[in-house]
C-alpha cells in the first residue's frame, strides 16, 4: 500500500459540540459533516491543558503536559523538543508545510516543518514596544505582512475595534477575500500546485477561528444574528460573582452581562464556525479536483474550546466541557480501505494521540510518546483507548485539574481544595454538581484516588500520596523546561 498524503486541519477555539455531525441545535457545518460522515468521529476528545501554547504542545509532541513541560499558558519559553509530528514525518520522507498558526517561540520556529506560512492572530507579547523587529508579528507574520499589501500599509486585524480576546461582535470591515480565514486556505491550496509531487505530503492547515475576534464575514454573521439561539448552559451550582463584577468588561473571563450581547457572542462565534467550515468546502474541492482526494487522510480538530457563556465563562483554561472537549474527526479517503466510514467513537482521546496516529498512517517509526495511535479504533472492533484521563491548567485561583472517563468528570481546584462532580452521561452539559450526594461518594473517592496517583511526584507538591493539598504554588510551566 502507498502512503497516504495527510491533511491537518486545526482550528482555534473550537467547541467539542459545535458540529451538525454532533448534534447542534444551532451552528451549520455541512462540510464537516460531510468529513465526519465518510470517517470516524471522536466525541470524547479532550485537550489535557485547554489553552493554545500548552495544547499545541501536546499536539506537536506526543506528550501529556507534565512531560511537555507546559501546564498554563505563558508566552516567549522557547519550545525545545527533540520530537515532533512534522520533524518525525520530514525524517520519514514526507514533504511537510504548515499553513497559519504555530504560537511556538520564537515566531519562526519551524518544528520539524519544510516551510511554514505564517499567521498566530493577535498575540500580545510580540506586539510590545520592547520586542526585536525580527520578532514582532508585524515583521515576522506572513498574513500580516501580505494585509498590508492588500489593504494600506497600516491595515491591522484591530481596524475593527476588536480584541484578540474580546466577547465583542462585528462583521470584518475589509473585502472577504482578505479574511486570516481565507488567506489560510488559499495558501493551502496554493501548496498543492507546487508541492513536490514525488513525495507524499503532510500539509497542517492551521486556522486561527473561531478564536476572537468575532469578526465573520457580514454573511455568516447575518445567518445567526437574527436567528433565535439555544442560551448558553447555566446549572444549579453557578456564582453570579465574578459576571456582576466582570460581566462590563470587554474581554472579561466571564463573557457579557447583557442578554444581547450574550447572543451577538454567540452569533459571531458560530459565524466564524460556519465560515471556517465553508473555507474547508475549498480545500475538500481542490483535492477532488487535483486527484488527491482518495488517498488524502484528511484530520480535523481544535486546540481547545470555548465557555461561550457556559456556567457564565468566556473563553477557555478550565476543566468543564465548553473548554476542554474538541472535535476529532478522521476521514480515510480511499487509501486506508480499513477505515470505518460514518461512525462515532466514545472512547476517550486527547491531542497527544494525533502525533502517534499520523505515524501509523505514514508507516512512520514513531519515538517513545505518551499518546497513543487511533488507528485500531477506527480499523478494528476495539472500542476503548483509556480508562481516564488526567486534564489540567494553571489558572490562578482558577486553577484545576480533572479526571474525565466516558461517563464522569471530577474537577479539583488548587488553591481552594473545592470539588466538582458531573455524572455526563446524563448531564453532558454539567448542571448538577453532584459533590455531596450519597449515591456518588465512592466514585468520587475512586476518582478523587486516581488524580492522587496522577500528581505523584509532580514538583508543585500537590498530593502526599494519601491526600490532595491545596495552596501549593502553580506555575504554567515546568521548570525543566526552562533550564
Not at 488526567?390 to 474537577?411: F, L, M, N
Request: with cysteine.
Amino acid at each position: 500500500m502507498s502512503r497516504p498524503n495527510i491533511l491537518l486541519i486545526m482550528a482555534d477555539q473550537f467547541r467539542g459540540d459545535c458540529l451538525g455531525a454532533a448534534g447542534h441545535p444551532d451552528v451549520k457545518t455541512p462540510f464537516l459533516d460531510t468529513l465526519a460522515s465518510r470517517g470516524v468521529m471522536f466525541e470524547n476528545a479532550y485537550s489535557a491543558c485547554p489553552s493554545c501554547i500548552a495544547a499545541r504542545a501536546a499536539f506537536h509532541t506526543g506528550l501529556a503536559p507534565e512531560h511537555h513541560g507546559r501546564v498554563g499558558y505563558e508566552d516567549n519559553i522557547p519550545w525545545k523538543y527533540e520530537h515532533t509530528i512534522a520533524g518525525e514525518l520530514s525524517k520519514a520522507g514526507y514533504y511537510t508545510q504548515c499553513v497559519g498558526k504555530m504560537h511556538v517561540h520564537p515566531l519562526r520556529n519551524y518544528l520539524g516543518f519544510h516551510n511554514v506560512e505564517l499567521h498566530d492572530g493577535y498575540l500580545h507579547a510580540y506586539r510590545y514596544g520592547k520586542v526585536p523587529y525580527a520578532e514582532s508579528q508585524r515583521q515576522a507574520d506572513d498574513y500580516f505582512h501580505w494585509l498590508r499589501n492588500q489593504c494600506g500599509v497600516d491595515a491591522d486585524v484591530t481596524d475593527t475595534g476588536l480584541e484578540c480576546n474580546s466577547w465583542i461582535t462585528r462583521p470584518w470591515i475589509y473585502p472577504e477575500k482578505t479574511h486570516p480565514t481565507n488567506w489560510v486556505t488559499d495558501r493551502a491550496i496554493d501548496f498543492f500546485r507546487r508541492r513536490d509531487r514525488e513525495r507524499p505530503f503532510f500539509l497542517m492547515a492551521s486556522y486561527l477561528k473561531p478564536h476572537p475576534p468575532f469578526d465573520p464575514p457580514e454573511y455568516y454573521l447575518n445567518l445567526y444574528l437574527n436567528k433565535k439561539l439555544t442560551p448558553p448552559a447555566v446549572g444549579t451550582w453557578e456564582n453570579l460573582t465574578q459576571l456582576l463584577q466582570e460581566g462590563r468588561i470587554f474581554d472579561s473571563k466571564c463573557g457579557p452581562i447583557d442578554k444581547e450581547l450574550i447572543h451577538q457572542m454567540q452569533a459571531g462565534y458560530y459565524g466564524c464556525i460556519t465560515h471556517l467550515d465553508h473555507q474547508i468546502g475549498r480545500l475538500i474541492q481542490t483535492l477532488v479536483e487535483e486527484e488527491l482526494y482518495d488517498n488524502t487522510v484528511i484530520i480535523f480538530t481544535a486546540d481547545h474550546g470555548e465557555e461561550l457563556g457556559d456556567h457564565y465563562l468566556f473563553r477557555k483554561s478550565r476543566g468543564f466541557e465548553g473548554s476542554s472537549r474538541i472535535p476529532l474527526i478522521v476521514s480515510g479517503g480511499n487509501i486506508v480501505p480499513e477505515l470505518k466510514k460514518n461512525t462515532v467513537s466514545t472512547a476517550i482521546t486527547e491531542l497527544r494521540d494525533i502525533m502517534p496516529t499520523v505515524l501509523d498512517i505514514a508507516q512512520a517509526p514513531s519515538p517513545d510518546l505518551d499518546g497513543e495511535s487511533l488507528l485500531p479504533l477506527m480499523a478494528d472492533n476495539k472500542t476503548h483507548l483509556r480508562n481516564y484521563l488526567h486534564g489540567e491548567h494553571s489558572y490562578g485561583k482558577y486553577s484545576s485539574h480533572w479526571i474525565v472517563t466516558e461517563r464522569d468528570k471530577y474537577i479539583w481546584y488548587t488553591e481552594t481544595g473545592e470539588e466538582q462532580y458531573f455524572l455526563l452521561e446524563k448531564d453532558p452539559h454539567e448542571l448538577d454538581n453532584l459533590i455531596g450526594v450519597a449515591d456518588v461518594t465512592e466514585r468520587v473517592e475512586e476518582l478523587r484516588n486516581l488524580l492522587i496517583k496522577e500528581l505523584q511526584g509532580r514538583p508543585e507538591g500537590f498530593t502526599d500520596g494519601t491526600s490532595l493539598i491545596p495552596g501549593k504554588a502553580y506555575p504554567p510551566t515546568l521548570d525543566f523546561l526552562k533550564s
